[in-house]
């Protein structure tokens, strides 16, 4: 995503761009739109990406005289700045001295208490022994953060709440920093309940100059992973958002700082005291919301100040360009479309885009940043609204959001939706305790209906009957035709000529069985007895189509329905995935407002859906998501009580504890070191009085 927004803007000021690529990109986007592109290694990050060696390499072959480091791997990796300028290449980020300094969050907080900038309580020494640290945990009282101390994006990150709890969550929160930073060294601080996150964007040049570009309030996260930000930062006095611009360019110009940086503060909700959290010498995830309300391009900034520019323009002609856009710059929200399973405690997700339909690009004020299409592994997007006010821009980011389609990969769009019209965002000041407080009654709201005949479920089972016929001979994509045509798309009536019914599964999990009686185009579709809806198929056409072939295994429809008398359109995406074969369809209904669910996800079982994976009536403990089994925390038939911690799993850089889901003893069927599916069945729980 990174990559193709940068391609873009160099592309707009005539820079020839070449991307680096893995194996496991290399029909990526960024590679498509880039002048050039050179394989650096294979799929894994530590023989690919993280090799700096290889990236020098490339930029070599190629004659590159810069490197855009983007947002992670090297983009803030002090010894990859150090190659770049032994090789006489332009670093498109700080000079090396900057990096050291706010690169070690414990360096960076001294630095900050020599200007007289407060910071959190905490520990930021030098002796990192577990027993140490622990009597400094205790000295500073729980509960409290442990963070990497060359840490960022929420790794290397853990609350703890309890003493208990403390020497595990350390050597956790070290084995994560030290796989994804190379360093394995901590500070500790208090953890300061329900703040707001609030950040500024900094520019310095080579010249000894530093501007800001107003703030960001980034409070709604999970897992210190940010989920929505906006700017500027909502109910700040201009006093307060004065300091905090102030405190932010003294830190820029203490460490001679040039290029994109972010300057982090913790602002107490109440008070609107703020304490310097940390800086991050990159250009940030959300820098969106930044250029939406200045009207600047940051990366061509980043691109100027590179080339030995001076920034252009002063702190005055900031505010004075802010000023100029309309509304005084408005504002901009942005919201991070993750790969991610709400239902399941939001585990991180892998799989093929079947089919991806972003918001039009004309549509004013939204603007969608993604380096992925339908047929990608991948996803991450991010979408923005822009508006003169706030609640026009939440307004705008909610239609937004119910406008982007993504199927075949599971994500968290629709979480999102609920989270945009939330009172506690929508109308009220969030803090950092915004899931803490509302997670339970968004989820509630993400479940929807369960055992119904709802416009979704009318328009996934016309889908289905329809997509499980096949042409003999493909059609025109936009002819029109009756949709039950037995010229057109076989005998439809194979799927039971007067009555038949479907088994159909609800995303929440109901499973429930579904009559369907037929009458030309005429249906009704039936749940028990009270529970019906008659539907007349006014128009079905195939969309989105990449085969000259129609296919039952991947399909996209546009279907217009009449249902119990009212016109409804959707769009249809249905596919068969997994080792059963399970046929998967995904609606979007069009017009749906207020808490009208626009999308819903259907399951149509080919096998029983209930194959519990156990040959015994033991609870079985299984793999949430596929990954790597990084520790084995229990031994084979260990009596473990429910919560335990039996087994670690990495997964997208991110460490998980799978504990047990009872009393009893333990039967390991992984080891360390293993790779892992989804849904691998790693132990099972048998009763205590078995253990002989």
């Not at 009536?617 to 520790?631: E, L, N, R, W």
Request: one cysteine or more; hydrophobic letters at 40%; aromatic letters at 6%.
């Amino acid at each position: 995503e990174i990559a193709c927004r940068v391609i873009r803007t160099a592309r707009k000021l005539g820079v020839k761009t070449v991307a680096c690529y893995s194996d496991a990109d290399a029909k990526a986007l960024h590679v498509e739109l880039a002048d050039e592109a050179v394989h650096i290694g294979p799929s894994p990050a530590n023989e690919s990406y993280l090799v700096g060696e290889n990236i020098i390499k490339a930029a070599k072959a190629t004659g590159a005289q810069a490197i855009h480091p983007g947002y992670g791997f090297l983009s803030e990796n002090l010894a990859f700045c150090k190659l770049c300028e032994d090789n006489g290449i332009v670093f498109i980020g700080p000079p090396t001295g900057a990096i050291r300094a706010m690169g070690s969050k414990s360096e960076s907080k001294d630095i900050m208490i020599k200007a007289n900038v407060p910071v959190t309580p905490g520990y930021h020494g030098a002796e990192q022994s577990n027993e140490f640290l622990f009597e400094e945990a205790k000295r500073i009282g729980f509960p409290l953060m442990i963070k990497a101390v060359s840490g960022g994006g929420g790794k290397g990150m853990r609350a703890v709440f309890e003493e208990d709890k403390f020497i595990e969550s350390l050597e956790s929160c070290r084995r994560e920093a030290l796989k994804s930073f190379s360093d394995e060294n901590v500070l500790i601080e208090k953890l300061v309940r329900a703040p707001r996150h609030v950040e500024l964007q900094i520019f310095g040049d080579s010249f000894g100059d530093a501007v800001h570009l107003m703030e960001r309030d980034c409070s709604v996260q999970r897992r210190h992973q940010k989920v929505l930000e906006e700017a500027p930062a909502p109910n700040l006095t201009p006093e307060v958002r004065k300091a905090m611009g102030d405190a932010a360019v003294a830190c820029a110009k203490a460490v001679g700082y040039v290029g994109a940086g972010t300057v982090e503060f913790l602002v107490d909700s109440v008070s609107s005291d703020f304490y310097f959290c940390e800086m991050n010498t990159r250009l940030q995830v959300e820098h969106p919301v930044t250029e939406m309300i200045t009207g600047l391009d940051l990366v061509e900034w980043q691109l100027r100040v590179a080339s030995g520019q001076p920034l252009p323009l002063t702190q005055a002609g900031v505010f004075e360009q802010i000023a100029n856009q309309p509304n005084g710059g408005g504002c901009a929200i942005e919201a991070r479309i993750y790969a991610e399973n709400p239902t399941k405690d939001f585990l991180p997700t892998t799989g093929k885009v079947v089919h991806m339909r972003p918001v039009a690009d004309s549509e004013e004020g939204v603007r969608a940043d993604f380096g992925i299409r339908s047929g990608d592994t991948i996803m991450i997007a991010k979408l923005i609204a822009h508006d003169g006010t706030r609640a026009g821009a939440v307004r705008k980011l909610e239609r937004a959001l119910r406008d982007f389609q993504v199927s075949g990969l599971t994500n968290n769009i629709d979480f999102l939706v609920h989270c945009v019209r939330h009172k506690g965002f929508a109308e009220e000041q969030a803090t950092t305790a915004f899931f803490d407080e509302n997670l339970d009654g968004l989820m509630e709201k993400l479940a929807g209906s369960s055992q119904s005949i709802s416009s979704h479920s009318v328009f996934a089972l016309v889908a289905h009957i329809f997509s499980a016929r096949t042409a003999p001979t493909a059609a025109p994509q936009k002819t029109q035709f009756r949709p039950w045509n037995t010229a057109t798309c076989g005998d439809w009536r194979g799927f039971g000529s007067v009555k038949s019914t479907i088994k159909m599964v609800s995303s929440n999990a109901s499973e429930f069985d579904v009559e369907v009686s037929s009458a030309g185009d005429n249906f009704t579709f039936s749940v028990g007895d009270d529970n019906s809806a008659s539907v007349i198929v006014k128009d079905i056409r195939k969309i989105d189509t990449k085969s000259t072939t129609w296919t039952t295994d991947e399909s996209v429809w546009a279907v217009s329905l009449e249902v119990d008398g009212h016109r409804r359109s959707a769009t249809v995406c249905s596919y068969r995935g997994g080792a059963a074969g399970n046929t998967t369809i995904d609606v979007w209904v069009d017009g749906q407002v207020g808490d009208e669910l626009t999308h819903q996800q259907f399951t149509i079982p080919s096998v029983s859906f209930d194959a519990s994976g156990s040959a015994s009536d033991h609870p079985v403990v299984k793999s949430p998501m596929p990954g790597k089994v990084i520790k084995v925390t229990v031994e084979q038939g260990q009596t473990v009580k429910a919560g335990d911690s039996l087994v670690v799993i990495e997964a997208m850089k991110m460490e998980h504890v799978i504990e047990a889901p009872c009393d009893g003893v333990v039967s390991l069927f992984c080891e360390e070191g293993v790779s892992v599916s989804e849904g691998f069945m790693l132990a099972e729980i048998g009763a205590a009085e078995e253990k002989a």
